[in-house]
């Protein structure tokens, strides 16, 4: 099974409120709730993988932007 938390990442970026997010944070908690045993370790995995792929990218725009400000 594989998860697309990019879909919830996107919506919580664009969300309209701090309201509006936390019902999308509470989306995803319910959905993980709903998963077996089993489910919930890949959800937990690829969780993983996203968190750092994520980051990694931000690190990347950061010192990206951080060069070009320095130029």
């Avoid at 099974?1 to 990019?6: A, E, L, Q, V």
């Avoid at 919506?11 to 319910?30: H, T, V, Y």
């Amino acid at each position: 099974m594989d998860f697309n938390f990019k879909q919830y990442h996107v919506r919580s970026i664009n969300a309209a409120s701090a309201e509006e997010r936390a019902a999308i944070n509470q989306e995803l908690k319910d959905f993980y709730a709903s998963l077996n045993e089993e489910d919930k370790k890949t959800f937990n995995s690829q969780l993983q993988t996203f968190i750092a792929r994520e980051m990694g990218r931000l690190k990347t725009d950061y010192e990206a932007i951080k060069q070009g400000t320095q130029n």
